[in-house]
């Protein structure tokens, strides 16, 4: 490990600079020192944005449930006997199947406020939760439905099965939506899903609109809606909701965004033998209103890679003269980047993700950098007010990237960096920190009364959470972004 506060200042300008720094058209190797400002270069949001904390959203959808069962408890349908009994249950599992999936559309909508208030990583478990729930209540719910018609009917099973199932064209396109729905959840198991492309997953995945559409109408033919405006309109205005949600922060607003900032590749810089920084230039960058910490979905229409969209973090802090991604090369999208040339155009969604300012609850603050996830981080270390140090881990020397740039911006700020390799045998850095609680504790005194901010890969940030937790640092204070959701 090697520290490094206040080695020699920049010469003022912008860290990073396009202009100053890449080598415009190739990724070239240039290690010259960058400029930092003596100020945070990043520009600041007109208004505060508004989010929506996790604390608040789980009991607002489970309060939602609790209704979905009372309205179906107290509902006009008969309980009589053991098919009136099956028949309930096959609704109550409907209503809560169908109640789920609108509430999964919405956690996935992009809607800013859920963004940057649950983040993009914790959306992502809960709706691979939920969607594991929902498809088990739907199967139930078919089971139960299919078992009060075959009690009622007094068919055998196949006949009263297919009986259901041909009763009507509401309850067929539901049928099929439910073989969706199934498909879907067996590619999304990990053990498929890890075979897969991610981009194959992922269009598949917009399957499931289709499938909700196709099982929508018969949400409304139980006795629950049938005859009853006020349930019907609610149901309809709970989905209607959704869909306008998705179709305005999915779809239209990066369209918007695209033409009015029209982005384009302004270069390239290789950073390390598997790392680039790609420089973004367009107009009215600064009402993007991108915070340090955010990420974007970044889509860059050159041959072969325009039909994929990649979260990547601002490496630099969002100015009006460009953004910055830095990249490790891992597979085809991010080892493409080395190639792409100039004036390239760029479809960037965004920005989104929590691991911003807003999470800090205290003044000092130590952010946790393991390989390329010091990208994040990089420009909270420039950005972030109070008393911030920053621990940068990687496996060699060459892993530590940027590494210029975060001297220059302890030197600005008087902070403090901690530079720390497992690979001691060719090294400048020269030390290693073991992630335990122990080394954490002598390394920053007073951690746990630090807000940390995390970001590495999955195995370095599992060390450092246990580590943290034995140095005493409460969860609520540990903001982690995952790289790989
Ligand atoms: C919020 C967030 C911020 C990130 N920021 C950075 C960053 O600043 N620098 C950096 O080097 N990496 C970052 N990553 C990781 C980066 O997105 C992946 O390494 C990259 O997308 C891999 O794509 P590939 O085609 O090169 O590799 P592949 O081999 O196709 O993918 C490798 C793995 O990357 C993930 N991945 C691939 N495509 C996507 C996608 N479209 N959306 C989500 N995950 C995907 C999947 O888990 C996949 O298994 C970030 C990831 C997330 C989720």
């Known amino acids: 490990m090697t520290t490094a506060r ?3 200042s920049g010469d003022g300008d912008r860290a990073g600079s396009p202009r100053r720094r890449s080598r415009v058209g190739a990724a070239t190797p240039r290690r010259s020192r960058p400029p930092v400002p003596a100020r945070p270069a990043w520009v600041p949001l007109r208004r505060p944005a508004p989010q929506a904390s996790p604390a608040l959203v789980l009991p607002l959808v489970f309060a939602g449930a609790a ?3 009372l309205g179906c408890w107290a509902g006009p349908a008969s309980t009589t006997g053991v098919a009136g009994w099956l028949a309930w249950a096959g609704r109550l599992t409907g209503l809560l199947a169908g109640y789920a999936c609108a509430v999964l559309l919405g956690l996935m909508a992009r809607v800013p406020a859920l963004d940057r208030g649950v983040g993009a990583d914790r959306l992502a478990r809960w709706h691979a939760a939920g969607g594991r729930l929902t498809l088990g ?3 139930v719910h078919m089971l139960f439905a299919t078992a009060a018609h075959v009690a009622r009917s007094g068919a055998g099973v196949l006949e009263g099965t297919l009986g259901l199932i041909l009763h009507g064209p509401a309850i067929l396109a539901a049928t099929a939506g439910l073989a969706i729905l199934t498909a879907v959840g067996v590619v999304s198991a990990r053990a498929v ?23 929508f109408a018969h949400q409304l033919t139980g006795p629950d809606f049938s005859g009853d405006p006020v349930t019907t309109t609610f149901w309809q205005a ?6 306008a949600a998705l179709a305005w922060y999915r779809f239209l607003t990066p369209v918007r965004r695209a033409l009015r900032h029209r982005l384009r590749v302004a270069g390239v810089r290789l950073e390390s033998p598997t790392v680039v920084s790609v420089y973004v230039t367009g107009r009215r960058l600064d009402e993007l209103g991108a915070e340090p910490g955010q990420f974007f979905r970044w889509r860059f229409l050159a041959p ?4 994929s969209a990649n979260p990547y973090s601002l490496s630099a802090p969002a100015n009006p003269r460009f953004l910055r991604i830095t990249v490790k090369a891992v597979g085809d999208h991010s080892r493409a980047l080395a190639r792409l040339r100039p004036g390239v155009r760029v479809w960037a969604e965004g920005p989104y993700g929590a691991l911003t300012a807003a999470r800090r609850r205290g003044p000092r603050v130590l952010l946790i950098g393991g390989g390329v996830g010091i990208s994040p981080l990089r420009t909270l270390f420039e950005t972030l007010p109070g008393e911030v140090t ?10 530590l990237v940027l590494r210029d740039e975060l001297d220059a911006i302890a030197a600005a700020r008087g902070a403090t960096v901690h530079y720390t390799v497992d690979d001691l045998t060719a090294t400048t850095t020269g030390h290693t920190v073991p992630l335990t609680g122990r080394s954490l504790r002598t390394l920053i005194p007073g951690l746990a009364d630090h807000d940390v901010y995390l970001c590495g890969p999955e195995g370095m940030t599992a060390a450092a959470r246990h580590a943290l937790r034995r140095a005493g640092v409460p969860s609520r204070r540990v903001h982690l972004e995952r790289f790989d959701f």
């Open 6 to 8: 206040n080695p020699r």
């Open 67 to 69: 209704v979905v069962t």
């Open 304 to 307: 072969g890679m325009w039909w």
């Open 390 to 399: 920053l621990v940068y881990m990687a496996r060699r020397d060459e892993e």
């Open 238 to 243: 709970l989905y209607a909701g959704v869909a």
């Open 137 to 139: 209540l739907a199967a």
């Open 193 to 215: 899903r890890r075979r897969m492309r991610y981009e194959t997953w992922h269009y598949l995945h917009f399957l499931t609109y289709g499938a909700v559409y196709l099982a």
